[in-house]
């Protein structure tokens, strides 16, 4: 089992930074993919980044290519998202989610609760 709190989200003009972290419990962090989701208003979840449990594989949506960066912290139990260069259309509830494999794949067995993003113009 492992359980996911992200932090890190708020307020920010547009052209900003912010990043999230998401702090999981369990023992098996270490050897989990870890994933960042998000929901804007009136819209499905969508995929934003991922990593392989070792940090060899990193995975971006197209939206986000070049202005987030995803990392993590396998002694802290910890996932980052760095958000740089952020725009309106950023807004929204992001989500950490964690699988049980070690690779990246769709399916994300663990989720945590979201945080608020949003981006002002």
């Known amino acids: 089992q492992v359980q996911l709190v992200e932090s890190g989200g708020g307020l920010v003009q547009a052209g900003g930074s912010l990043r999230l972290s998401c702090a999981a419990s369990?023992?098996?962090?270490?050897?989990?993919?870890m994933g960042w989701f998000r929901q804007a208003p009136g819209k499905e979840r969508e995929f934003v980044a991922a990593?392989?449990?070792?940090?060899?594989?990193?995975y971006y949506a197209d939206s986000v290519k070049g202005r987030f960066t995803i990392s993590r912290d396998n002694a802290k139990n910890t996932v980052y998202l760095q958000m740089n260069s952020l725009k309106p259309e950023d807004t929204a509830v992001y989500y950490c989610a964690a699988r049980r494999g070690g690779s990246v794949g769709q399916r994300y067995d663990y989720w945590g609760q979201g945080t608020q993003v949003t981006v002002s113009s």
């Open positions: 369990g023992r098996t962090f270490s050897s989990n993919a």
């Open positions: 990593m392989s449990w070792n940090g060899a594989s990193t």
